[in-house]
C-alpha cells in the first residue's frame, strides 16, 4: 500500500515540487490549495502520471473549518495518513512594520502560524500511536528569514517562521514516543511565484549575487530535502531545521 502524504500550498511553487517528487517516490499526494484551480489540477495530473492517487482540496488555512474539512476529505479519500509537509505560507505586502496594515500583519500570521498548528494538530490526530495511528512523519517548510529578520521587507513574515520553528522543536519532543519525527526545513530564496506576490518582483535577481553560493535556490533543492526528512533514510532525526539556502 502507498503510503500517503498531505502537502499544503502543494499547487505551485515548493509545496508543487514536493507534491511530484512524493508521487515519483511512492506516495499517494493531497494537496491543499487557495484558488489557482488550474495549477492544483495540474499537479493532480502529475501524481496520478507517476502512479499516484491525488486528492487536490481547495482550501483556506486562515479558517480552521476548512482545515477540519482537508482531513476528512484525506480520511474518506485514503483512510490513512503517513506524513505532511506544512508548507503553506504567505508573506504579505513588503514595507516596514510601522507602515504595515495590521489587518495584513494577522493574516499573515493566521495562515503562517495558527494555520500551520491546526494542520499538524490534524495530523498528529491521525498518525499518532496516541490516537490509534501507526506514526508518521511531519516536515514543517519555515525560512531562513527567521536569521536575517526580513527588515523593511517582511517582519511579520520573519517572526511566523520562528514561530514553525519553535512549534517544530517542541511538538518534536511531544510526539516523539508517539510514532511521529518532526522537522523543519528553511529555504533561503527559492525561485517561486511567492517573491512578485509581495511585490517584490525583482528580489530574485536582486538577491542572487549577495547569496555565498551567488544563485538561488531551485524548488527541486528543497524537495529532496523535504522527501529525505519524510524518508526512512532519517529514521533517528527529529526536531532538525535543515538549511536550504546557498550558504546564506
Ligand atoms: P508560492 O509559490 O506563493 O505558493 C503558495 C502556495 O500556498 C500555493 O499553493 C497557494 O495556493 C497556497 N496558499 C496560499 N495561501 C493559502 C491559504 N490561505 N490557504 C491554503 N493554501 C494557500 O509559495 P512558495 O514560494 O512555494 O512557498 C512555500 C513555502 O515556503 C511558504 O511557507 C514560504 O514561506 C516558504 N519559503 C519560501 C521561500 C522562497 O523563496 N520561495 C523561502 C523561504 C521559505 P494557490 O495556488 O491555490 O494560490
Do not use: C
Amino acid at each position: 500500500m502507498r503510503p500517503v502524504l498531505v502537502v499544503t500550498g502543494g499547487s505551485r511553487g515548493i509545496g508543487a515540487g514536493i507534491a511530484r517528487m512524493a508521487a515519483a517516490r511512492g506516495f499517494d499526494v493531497a494537496i491543499a490549495h487557495l484558488k489557482n484551480l488550474p495549477a492544483a489540477e495540474e499537479i493532480a495530473g502529475e501524481i496520478r502520471k507517476a502512479g499516484g492517487r491525488p486528492l487536490a482540496v481547495q482550501v483556506d488555512l486562515a479558517k480552521p473549518e476548512d482545515i477540519k474539512r482537508l482531513f476528512e476529505a484525506v480520511d474518506s479519500a485514503f483512510g490513512r495518513l503517513d506524513g505532511l509537509v506544512n508548507n503553506a505560507g504567505i508573506v504579505g505586502d513588503a514595507g516596514k512594520l510601522a507602515d504595515a496594515d495590521p489587518v495584513m500583519i494577522k493574516h499573515v500570521v493566521d495562515i503562517n502560524v495558527t494555520g500551520a498548528m491546526l494542520v499538524a494538530r490534524e495530523a498528529v490526530r491521525r498518525m499518532s500511536f496516541r490516537f490509534g495511528g501507526h506514526g508518521g512523519a511531519i516536515v514543517n517548510i519555515s525560512s531562513t528569514a527567521t536569521l536575517t529578520g526580513a527588515p523593511d521587507t517582511y517582519t511579520w513574515y520573519a517572526a511566523s517562521k520562528a514561530a514553525i520553528d519553535s512549534l517544530t522543536v517542541g511538538l518534536a519532543k511531544e510526539v516523539a514516543k508517539e510514532g511521529i519525527r518532526v522537522n523543519a526545513v528553511s529555504p533561503g530564496i527559492i525561485d517561486t511565484d511567492i517573491h512578485r506576490s509581495g511585490g517584490q518582483a525583482d528580489r530574485i535577481e536582486r538577491i542572487g549575487p549577495q547569496i555565498p553560493m551567488g544563485r538561488i535556490g531551485r524548488v527541486e533543492e528543497v524537495a529532496e530535502a523535504a522527501l529525505f526528512l519524510l524518508s526512512e533514510a532519517a529514521s533517528y532525526i527529529t526536531g532538525a531545521n535543515l538549511h536550504v539556502a546557498g550558504g546564506r
